[in-house]
């Protein structure tokens, strides 16, 4: 909840004395940065004078104006100064030479001695009378009397009183978010949207300015950013202003060059995270530049048959929305039921995007991208959720965001599931649910969490669903270690869930009825009795971690792309470490149950101890029947812990950065470094892909296979053996498969399972395939193989080379009564009508 601000809330330098001045500070301090505004600035003077009199009085101390000229070469400082001589309130502070609207404002906020800072431009575009939209919605002083300030903290809760609950910057809003977000300036070839009229608390103005680096226009957006990590997100609020309908007078010509030091300035703010999102990119690369180096030729060794279905499956929604047919469902594999897209891992929020992708380089490019864009995109968010909630340092933040989304288990399912290491739209839904708790703007944030939720269900449903149980255990987690907050933001929260559930529905209706009641849905899925993490699996290293050993790993996991936990036993004791080194704050005990709490339900509904035959009951058993978790992996929910760690690591990470013993941060250091190298991933081992029979590459197979029949491999696909998905996307779908690798129903109770619903052909030739010995063709197998044959509408009968052919060919003869024909590299029947 919110109460993660506070706890990671850290300051600013104090600012320096203001040079000159009046000796009691101003109630109101409004600073211009003038430039050639000679011509103007008298009739700003004194249209600011006339208004703040009526509003504020004419006390020395009620207000005044800082001009600060930018050294100008017109008379904007002798017409200052005649001003000035008239009334001591309005004061001049003037640059040697033009620096810059940023170096401006920083000398003009610096000289300010106002408990509240107005940034205004010298012809009052905004109107003086707007300061009375801004002035409600900010902050009391700090040094106002608790007596006269409704927001104080009671005396016994000032010590834990979270991060303002109004804002201390408040931003008049004529334009554009984005623009502004990015601080693209307000010159010639840009618009002008940047805060140039803005209500501030005056000392943090000042220690914002004190910190701040640009001299041009873009200083705006870089205030505010150091003002929200200074205070928590909520510290800056925008309302919108109306502009003036009669300025002042035209703004001064500024010298040539203006838009290139824009550039420079833009590129300045923005460079630091364009650095880690590089760093990012490059880390992603790294774990798959196997893949990279020979996209045609080489395939992930641990993807087991995964990287062959995720490819079909961005084939197959290419096929379907270029041909203007249903994305939902398809028949192009599971002849003749087909497959329930929807219930599958299809990841359309995806795949329909990078359609022209992959039809201009194909569905393994797609796939590759996917997944190397995707998981920097991930450690990015990351990022950016733990330096806005939680810590200062750019790279403490960026270490966190690494570990995050590059943890064992992640990197593990990087071998064949971007379903589940895309995940750039978390960090964004648990910012938009902090938001909510928060309470400030329920109706928008809620809005955006529906649509950012309605998006990841079209990416992924089961990390959003396993994401929701690690919020909802982080939600009772904050409730036990803090009612008061917890309970004061549970109202917006809830108001704010409903109305994002108001707007996913709608959404996503049509798709979720389709999945669980269409064609071919299914309502759980048969994962076998070792789906949950072994108790020695949390703390052992996955295959490839850097301390990894496979073989370990292999006894302790489902298979190479299901090492679920792995963060080894230093990164959990570093992050029990940290925990009790900050259990003071609500937020980081929080933090700790729900990720111990993650654990506990990950290991399953029956926990074996190692080295015994004892079984106890495991939490996850009063989940286990329940709807939706009946069919998640229930190993998967420790993946939860890797954002926990990350976010722990940032801390660890920060504050040894912010210690003034140089012992205390090399101690930190050393040990998040004892804890991450362990972990520290390799790149993912490739191998040489089957190839492509030439049968189906020269289009051979069109002479054997019609429209509406199916083409029957030898053995046919399933989870162990999916090559032929392959075959299909090279040979552009033009035909469809019997059997297949994908989600379905099995039985009158419609159980989901993987693959197409065996029939005693297809069991029959996979047994053969890997050993068994083969049955005489009895007149009853001989019916029993016509019967499977008719059912799948199979059109021909492939067989390619591969071990045991001789044996298979010899069997299918005898089944099909006919010899087959030997068609460029493979042997087929032809089965269907002639």
Known sequence: MSAANADSAATLPDPAAAPGGPAAPAGLSVVLPAYRDGHRIRATAAALREHLDSRLGTGPAAWEVVVADDGSDDGTAA????????DPRIRLVRLDAPRGRGAALRAGVAASTGRRILLADAGLAVPPEELDRLEPLLAPPADLPADRNPHAPAPEAAEAAEA??????????????????????GVPGFRADTCGFALLDGDRARAAFAASALDGP?????VTRLLRRESGPGAVAEVPVRRSAAPTGPPGRRPAGGRRRALADLWRLNAGGLAVAGVFLALSFYLFHGLWADLDGRYLRDALQDQ????????????????LRNPLFTTAQGMPDGVNLMANATMLGLNVPFIPITLLFGETVTFALVLTLGMAASAWTWYWLIRRRFVRGRWAAAAGGALAAFAPPMVSHANGHPNFVVLFMLPLIVDRALRLCEGRRVV??????????????????????????????FCLAYLAVDRRRALAAARPLARGLAIALAVCLPLVAVPLYWQFLGPQSYHSVLHGDNAGNSPRALIEYAARSLFGDAETAARLSMNTTEQNAFYGWPLLAFGTAVCVWLWRRPGIRALALTGAAALLLSLG???????????LPGPWAALAHAPLFESVIEGRVAMVCAPILGILLALALDGAARARARELRTLGLLAAAAAVIPVLP???????????????TSGAWKDYVREGEALVPVPLPDPGQADALHWQVEADFGFRLAGGYFNGPWGEDRIGIYGAPPRHLSNLLRDVRYGAPAPEATPEWREQARRDLAHWKAGAVVLPSQDRAD????????????????VRDVWVWRVGPR
Request: charged share 20%.
């Open 164 to 185: 303002p609950r109004l804002p201390v910057a408040v931003l008049g809003r004529t334009g554009s978010r984005l623009v502004r977000a990015l601080g693209i300036p």
């Open 444 to 473: 928008r944030d809620g809005v955006l969490l529906g649509l950012f939720a309605a998006y990841q269900i079209f990416i992924g449903e089961e990390p959003l669903l396993i994401a929701a149980l690690g919020m909802l255990l």
């Open 682 to 696: 390799l790149p993912l081992a490739v191998r040489d892909r089957a190839p492509v029979p030439a049968f189906v």
């Open 218 to 222: 873009a200083v705006d957006a870089e």
């Open 605 to 615: 509904p029956r926990v074996r101890l190692p080295l015994t035959d004892i079984v």
């Open 79 to 86: 017409a200052v100064l005649a001003e000035a001589a008239a």
């Open 807 to 822: 044996e298979l060919r010899g069997l299918l003869t005898g089944l099909l009564g006919a010899e087959p024909e030997r």
């Open 308 to 323: 062959n279905q995720w490819e079909w499956f961005t084939g197959v929604v290419t096929d379907n929305v270029t041909h």
